[in-house]
């Protein structure tokens, strides 16, 4: 049983390219994560969503729009895709500030040629 | 100033030795900390989590907190050549996580 899923796994597309990221868990948490993490490892907060709402948006780039259909899934979508943008990017969920640990998604390999 | 530092090291031990892995943090505002394994290409795996100050032991892993200090550690005792991999720090406050770079490590047979 999977936790957290996203899709795909690889990715490898051109500059200038939309492309988007899904991912879902079956933990029934209310938040969900995104982060990227760089060559040196790295994790970076993107974003966070509390029941399909956002609450933390860092400096990112106004290319990366995420999207929560509902609470179990958070989706990232990247407009105009630019060399820096390779990383993996991995998903996170957890349950609010009484809850505990995070957990993360098996990450999802972006490489923009 | 980062809000988690830590070595990145690599740090390369014998089979058998005991490992110590250290972080740093500026922000009283943590309340919940966390050990992470990373292996190659894989997500971050949670090992230990801690609240308060003092130590937490699963197995051969030890988690310890110095509120005071604003450093925890993660001891591995005999250690393995499958603990080899990237351990992270993380820390908490509300729905913020913060991480360290994380600590490559490799266990040599």
């Known amino acids: 049983d999977t936790a957290v899923s996203q899709t795909p796994k690889y990715l490898v597309t051109q500059m200038g390219n939309d492309k988007s990221i899904k991912c879902e868990q079956n933990?029934?948490?209310?938040?969900m994560y995104w982060y990227k993490q760089d060559s040196k490892k790295f994790l970076k907060i993107m974003f966070s969503?509390?029941?399909?709402?956002?609450?933390i948006n860092e400096t990112v780039p106004n290319r990366f729009s995420p999207k929560s259909p509902d609470k179990a899934h958070l989706n990232l979508h990247i407009n105009s895709l630019e060399l820096g943008d390779s990383a993996v990017y991995f998903c996170?969920?957890?349950?609010?500030?009484?809850?505990?640990?995070?957990?993360f998604g098996p990450g999802t390999r972006l490489t923009v040629t | 100033q980062k809000e988690v530092e830590q070595d990145p090291g690599p740090l390369s031990v014998p089979e058998g030795a005991i490992v110590s892995l250290n972080c740093t943090y500026s922000?009283?505002?943590?309340?919940?900390f966390m050990w992470y394994r990373q292996y190659s290409r894989k997500g971050p795996e949670l090992l230990m989590y801690?609240?308060?100050?003092g130590n937490k032991e699963d197995g051969r892993f030890t988690a310890q907190v110095d509120k005071s200090s604003k450093y925890i550690s993660l001891f591995i005792r005999d250690s393995q050549p499958s603990d080899s991999a990237t351990y992270l720090c993380?820390?908490?406050?509300?729905?913020?996580?913060?991480f360290g770079t994380g600590t490559s490590l490799t266990v040599i047979p």
């Open positions: 922000n009283s505002a943590f309340q919940y």
């Open positions: 933990l029934g948490h209310d938040t």
């Open positions: 996170a969920s957890s349950q609010p500030s009484g809850g505990k640990e995070q957990y």
């Open positions: 969503y509390n029941n399909k709402e956002l609450i």
């Open positions: 801690t609240y308060s100050s």
């Open positions: 993380a820390m908490r406050t509300g729905n913020q996580f913060y």
